[in-house]
Nanobody, 125 residues
């Protein structure tokens, strides 16, 4: 069982930056694809970004491409989401997710086995 804990959320103004972290409890983190999802208030959860276990591949939602950067440090069992040029529409609960060991990345929730509790990001205009 992989436990995931997000941190780094908060209240910022439009145009600011935030860096989210996702710490994993287990060493199999290094061979699992990882993803970030978000759930805006009153809306369904949506895909944000994903990174392969080898770090060679990344994948972004069109809405964040060019502003957000996903990365991971396998030695520290931690994944990051650098969010720049934040907009009010980025306001959401951000959750990290771990996929199957040695699996591929994607935007579908069903690809991910384990989920964190989420961290709130609020962007004021």
């Amino acid at each position: 069982q992989v436990q995931l804990v997000e941190s780094g959320g908060g209240l910022v103004q439009a145009g600011d930056s935030l860096r989210l972290s996702c710490a994993a409890s287990e060493r199999t983190f290094s061979i699992r694809p990882m993803g970030w999802f978000r759930q805006p208030p009153g809306k369904e959860r949506e895909f944000v970004a994903a990174i392969s276990w080898s770090r060679n591949n990344t994948y972004y939602a069109d809405s964040v491409k060019g502003r957000f950067t996903i990365s991971r440090d396998n030695a520290k069992n931690t994944m990051f989401l650098q969010m720049n040029s934040l907009k009010p529409e980025d306001t959401a609960v951000y959750s990290c997710a771990a996929g199957r060991a040695l699996g591929g990345i994607g935007s579908t929730s069903a690809l991910y086995e384990y989920w964190g509790q989420g961290t709130q990001v609020t962007v004021s205009s």
